[in-house]
C-alpha cells in the first residue's frame, strides 16, 4: 500500500524535545524529497522543512531554524523531525510529504501527528 | 522569503456556480506553484501543479492558471465535493510557501 504514516506525537511541556517519524511504503522512497508541513489548531498550512532524496541537503523554515533537524534512513524508508526547545506556537498537526520530482507538487501526504506543546 | 497573498478568505457558493481564487506571489516565481485542496480533518491533495497542470485523477472541472506574480485557480461548475479549503503554494529554490488559505462553503 503506497503510504505516509507519521508517528510520535504527544504532549511536550515548553523547552523539551520531541522526535517525528514518518515510515513510508509502496513506492521507491530513496528517490523522493520529503517534506514536513504542519497546521496549528484552525489555522492554514505552514512549511517545515525539506530533505532531498539522498539526504545531502536540508532548508528549514525561519520559525524553525535552529531548533529543528530533519534526518532520513533510505534503508529502513523512514524521515525523521528531531524538534527541540519547543514552543507554544509549535503546536499544530505535523504532516510528511511526498514531493513529485517531475511536478514539484507534495502529490502524498500523511495523515500526520499532533504535537501539543503545553505546560 | 516569498509571500503569498490569496483571495478571497472565503466565499459562499452554490452547487454549479463557477468559482475563482487568486493567488499573487511577493516576486516573481515563474510557473513554480501549485494549488491543493483540504477538507476538515484530511490531509491536503494536489490538484494543480506548475500554474496549470491537472494533477492525475483531478476532475477537469478544476483549472488554474497565471505566471509569475499573479495566479488563478478556477472550479469551472462547483459540486458537492468541492466545498473545502483551497491553498496555492510556490516552491522556489526548496523553500516553499503556503497562501493562507480560501473556504469555499455553501451559500
Known amino acids: 500500500q503506497v503510504q505516509l504514516v507519521e508517528s510520535g506525537g504527544g504532549v511536550v511541556q515548553p523547552g523539551r524535545s520531541l522526535r517525528l517519524s514518518c515510515a513510508a511504503s509502496?513506492?521507491?522512497?530513496?528517490?523522493?524529497?520529503m517534506h514536513w508541513v504542519r497546521q496549528a489548531p484552525g489555522k492554514g498550512l505552514e512549511w517545515v522543512t525539506f530533505?532531498?532524496?539522498?539526504?545531502?541537503?536540508?532548508y528549514f523554515a525561519d520559525s524553525v531554524k535552529g531548533r529543528f533537524t530533519i534526518s532520513r534512513d533510505n534503508s529502513r524508508n523512514t524521515v525523521s523531525l528531531q524538534m527541540s526547545s519547543l514552543r507554544g506556537e509549535d503546536t499544530a498537526v505535523y504532516h510528511c510529504a511526498r514531493e513529485a520530482p517531475s511536478s514539484r507538487g507534495f502529490d502524498m501526504w500523511g495523515q500526520g501527528t499532533m504535537v501539543t506543546v503545553s505546560s | 522569503d516569498i509571500q503569498m497573498t490569496q483571495s478571497p478568505f472565503s466565499l459562499s457558493a452554490a452547487v454549479g456556480d463557477r468559482v475563482t481564487i487568486t493567488c499573487q506571489a511577493s516576486q516573481d516565481i515563474n510557473n513554480n506553484l501549485n494549488w491543493y485542496q483540504q477538507k476538515p480533518g484530511k490531509a491536503p491533495t494536489l490538484l494543480i501543479y506548475?500554474?496549470?497542470n491537472l494533477e492525475i485523477g483531478v476532475p477537469s472541472r478544476f483549472s488554474g492558471g497565471g505566471s509569475g506574480t499573479d495566479f488563478s485557480f478556477t472550479i469551472s461548475s462547483l459540486q458537492p465535493e468541492d466545498f473545502a479549503t483551497y491553498y496555492c503554494?510556490?516552491?522556489?529554490?526548496?523553500?516553499?510557501?503556503f497562501g493562507p488559505g480560501t473556504k469555499v462553503d455553501v451559500k
Open positions: 503554494q510556490q516552491y522556489d529554490n526548496f523553500r516553499v510557501t
Open positions: 509502496g513506492f521507491n522512497f530513496r528517490n523522493y524529497n
Open positions: 506548475a500554474a496549470s
Open positions: 530533505i532531498s532524496f539522498d539526504g545531502s541537503n536540508s
